[in-house]
């Protein structure tokens, strides 16, 4: 019989990703045939499953933790903001629509019969099934529909166990006052909870989960620490970027602009891991720092949108400035599109603006087409003649002079463009970075040495070492019970 577990969060960016994975490793390390699900993901970090659709790169990377093959019914459904046409709709991996957040509510209802048939899929034949809920089940103004919560576990029968990030603090006051306003119905699917992200000594927090005890009678399956080895996995949300730390002097400075509606930035993490690279964020109303040797510009849910904030954070100059002094730049998908002289979108795609000017770096044009491209692609690096593993995501047509030097050659077939004198490079292949041979020829030309740490191995590892962490912090009568 397939046992099931969902955890819920009493706020976004708990943690419940990462435990998720956790737990999915967990179970396969004691040889169990696990799946992860999330019934609703907002998020434009997007990957494409082995099964060929969209879900959110968080699960994608619980299937590897799991061990399995990735599948659109893992994440049935996805919203994918954007402009002013409010967020795309994925359904089992399909776009299915647009809308905007009131819209979106009317429409929930509606959705809940892919996620019930999704979960039915995903669960056939598996021993159990780790379900992430979505922001927090106390936004009781969201309750009627929904789908991500606790509309799902009652519909379900799924018991939740409720995760409180004790590091943002208050986390007694989130655990009862989610208890407090829950419904009876609700509240009664809540079978304890776990704290996360505690630093120093865990005796110290003995009262608080009395405390939490008495008020809510619900048991605390375990107290997990910060867990170091989570900052080697990639993030689900971009408020991740908000709390990196600055660079600090090594031998190369890349600078990534945070774009509005920024896409799949987890493309930068193997960079991040590099020793001798200091990867830095550019936050609105900062400059592109004029010691940077390499500029990328990530992935864009909105190309024509984020092309006119880049615009008014004045990241235009910096860059062209940044050109002159003979420093490089690399654009990937919507960053590709905006290194180009012109974006149109005469189907009104991404809103009212049907045509933009782009930074000129590139000789390319690109015209937004509603065709969507979802495919994960081999690809061999035509500048280093390197092997490369990703995947493509994009709306558009790119065409120009630049283009018949391609970046990389995709299944057989050129993509991106390259400028005439080698600095600016663009492509639409996701997962660059990832390829070691790739980072290591792309710091060479740097003079610098790397990409001899298996970037992909090292996500694996990191997620033994959160398992082996969580082997030793949860309840082991609750942890056994739900292995069992």
Excluded at 24 to 40: D, E, H
Excluded at 162 to 180: E, N, Q
Excluded at 211 to 234: H, M
Excluded at 420 to 435: A, E, I, K, P, R
Aim: proline share 5%; charged share 25%; hydrophobic share 40%.
């Amino acid at each position: 019989m397939t046992k099931t577990i969902m955890l819920q969060g009493t706020g976004s960016d708990v943690g419940k990703t990462v435990l998720v994975a956790g737990l999915c490793r967990v179970a396969s390390n004691r040889g169990l045939k696990v799946t992860p699900f999330k019934p609703q993901n907002m998020s434009n970090n997007a990957a494409v499953s082995d099964d060929g659709g969209e879900i959110g790169r968080a699960q994608w990377l619980q299937s590897m933790a799991a061990r399995i093959p990735s599948s659109v019914h893992m994440n049935p459904v996805l919203l994918k903001p954007q402009s002013e046409t409010g967020s795309q709709i994925i359904v089992q991996g399909k776009v299915a629509g647009q809308a905007r957040g009131r819209d979106y509510q009317a429409l929930k209802p509606k959705l809940m019969g892919a996620v019930m048939e999704s979960f039915e899929t995903i669960r056939a034949g598996v021993d159990l099934v780790v379900v992430e809920g979505a922001g927090s089940p106390a936004e009781i103004n969201l309750r009627a529909g929904d789908i991500a919560n606790m509309g799902f576990a009652t519909r379900a029968n799924v018991p939740v166990v409720l995760v409180g990030d004790i590091d943002r603090g208050g986390v007694i006051a989130s655990l009862v006052g989610t208890h407090a306003i829950l419904s009876d119905e609700d509240r009664r699917m809540i079978s304890g909870y776990i704290i996360n992200k505690f630093r120093g000594d865990v005796s110290l927090f003995d009262d608080g989960i009395a405390a939490v005890g008495n008020f809510t009678g619900w048991p605390c399956f375990g107290v997990v620490p910060w867990l170091k080895s989570a900052g080697r996995l990639p993030a689900e949300d971009s408020v991740v970027l908000e709390k990196l730390a600055r660079g600090s002097g090594k031998a190369l400075k890349v600078a990534v602009p945070v774009l509005s509606r920024i896409a799949n930035f987890d493309d930068l993490d193997p960079l991040a891991a590099e020793p001798e690279v200091d990867l830095v964020f550019i936050r609105a109303g900062e400059r592109i720092p004029p010691d940077a040797g390499l500029v990328v510009i990530p992935g864009s849910k909105a190309t024509i949108a984020d092309l006119t904030d880049f615009r008014a954070q004045g990241w235009d100059r910096d860059l062209q400035a940044h050109v002159r002094r003979g420093g490089r730049v690399i654009g990937i998908c919507g960053g590709y599109q905006m290194l180009g002289n012109r974006v149109t979108d005469p189907h009104g795609i991404e809103g009212s603006v049907r045509e933009i000017e782009g930074l000129g770096l590139l000789s390319i044009e690109t015209e937004m087409a509603p065709e969507k491209t979802v495919r994960n692609s081999s690809a061999r690096s035509a500048i280093y003649d390197v092997a490369l593993e990703g995947y493509e995501i994009h709306l558009g047509r790119t065409m120009g002079a630049d283009c018949a030097r391609p970046a990389v050659i995709i299944d057989g077939r050129p993509d991106g463009a390259v400028s005439g004198d080698g600095m600016v490079t663009g492509t639409y292949l996701h997962g660059l970075f990832t390829s070691d041979a790739y980072r290591a020829a792309l710091l060479e030309s740097f003079g610098i040495k790397g990409g001899g740490e298996n970037y992909r191995q090292s996500v694996d590892r990191a997620l033994d070492d959160v398992a082996a962490e969580l082997e030793t912090v949860l309840d082991p009568r609750w942890l056994d019970g739900l292995m069992s």
